[in-house]
């Protein structure tokens, strides 16, 4: 069936579909500020005629609720497929009154992304052609390390990535226990260097669960062992900590994950609290604002990290100059791989979107793979 379409021949979007996925994780994990045993995957699909569009977030089943009830009805009846921006703009502006950070932007995003991936698809291209390429590779680090695990988990996964994957960069999560097991902290710290040699770059994140002292004072640790990244040392909501934190250490200091507004990243920026920018397009308001963010790092002459979801990243990543590199969580890694038809091989420590010249993100959904997970 050909794309609905409308007077002038531009192609409508038609019709908006959910899915609400959990599946529970391969062992016990957990960060700083907060222990998980499953993941929660919501997937929206929009339609014009034959053709559809991917888009995804991770995040509350209650955001398929939001698509369907708040921003379905704004991306259909009449709005054309080119105009995804345009989509974006209605989307934020009809969710005005139910509180757009949080759970509601997780949905905007969704849509968003599905709607970039539809038009794509609609013109056949791989969206990075779409979008115009920077780069070709798009670097990566592996992350996990989560605090639940025990030194044999945490050793056999750090060479996976780094031996097995030939990944030279990686991320282990510290800060156990809101800040309060600083000697297990050091001695993971410790361990993970051992782990992966002295050539392979090493990152960490406390997820914003230590008090700005204990940050500075852990910070020499890391110092002594080569840690480079220092991700959100206290809370991303703490600016003025964030910078005097980056004043005081030698890692760079890094936050942005729980940008879920364009200004928000502005004031980021703008308080001086970040080295390296940290955006999630699954959060912020999907590419259309990723992009966005990536412009004002730019500006502010920073480069920027996209943060989990890595499938979704990796077209927008290869289309702006100032990339750092992508999060190949091991999360959601692992459900991507298990749900899509199109996943990209990290090996040698990067990934080439586009490559194999299918559109869109490239990315199918394995439905009767994923349906065992399915809750909603």
């Not at 929660?40 to 005629?49: A, D, F, L, R």
């Not at 260097?193 to 852990?218: L, M, P």
């Not at 003025?240 to 980021?268: N, S, W």
């Not at 290869?318 to 091991?330: C, K, M, S, T």
């Amino acid at each position: 069936m050909p794309p609905h379409t409308a007077g002038t021949g531009e192609p409508l979007v038609d019709r908006v579909e959910t899915a609400v996925y959990t599946v529970p994780t391969d062992a016990p994990e957990g960060d700083g500020t907060l222990a998980w045993d499953s993941t929660t995957m919501i997937v929206v699909q929009v339609h014009s005629g034959a053709v559809t569009g991917l888009g995804y977030t991770y995040g509350g089943a209650a955001t398929a609720q939001v698509v369907e009830e708040q921003l379905a009805d704004v991306v259909t009846g009449g709005r054309c497929a080119w105009d995804v921006p345009g989509a974006n703009e209605a989307m934020n502006r009809a969710v005005r009154n139910a509180g757009r950070p949080g759970l509601i932007a997780g949905a905007v995003s969704a849509v968003d992304i599905a709607l970039w991936d539809l038009k794509a698809r609609l013109l056949e291209l791989p969206l990075v052609r779409l979008l115009g390429a920077s780069r070709t590779d798009v670097p990566v680090y592996g992350s996990g390390g989560f605090t639940t695990y025990d030194r044999h988990q945490l050793d056999r996964q750090l060479r996976r990535w780094t031996e097995e994957q030939d990944i030279p960069r990686v991320k282990i999560k510290i800060g156990e226990s809101w800040g309060r097991a600083e000697g297990r902290d050091r001695e993971r710290i410790t361990q993970a260097r051992r782990s992966i040699g002295d050539a392979a770059e090493f990152y960490v994140d406390a997820n914003g669960a230590y008090t700005r002292k204990q940050a500075v004072r852990i910070a020499r640790h890391l110092d002594e062992h080569g840690v480079t990244w220092f991700e959100e040392p206290v809370s991303s909501d703490d600016l003025a900590g964030l910078a005097q934190i980056r004043a005081a250490v030698a890692p760079e200091v890094t936050a942005g994950e729980y940008g879920y507004t364009l200004a928000y990243f502005g004031h980021l920026l703008g308080s001086g609290a970040v080295d390296c920018l940290q955006a999630d397009a699954t959060r912020c308001g999907g590419i259309t604002v990723w992009l966005r963010a990536a412009a004002l790092a730019e500006a502010a002459g920073l480069e920027l990290s996209g943060h989990c979801a890595p499938h979704v990243h990796a077209h927008a990543a290869a289309a702006i100059p100032n990339l750092r590199h992508l999060e190949w969580f091991h999360d959601h890694v692992r459900i991507e791989d298990l749900f899509f038809d199109g996943a990209l091989d990290p090996r040698g420590g990067s990934i080439r979107p586009g490559a194999d010249g299918a559109p869109g993100h490239g990315l199918t959904l394995r439905a009767e793979r994923a349906e065992k997970y399915r809750t909603g």
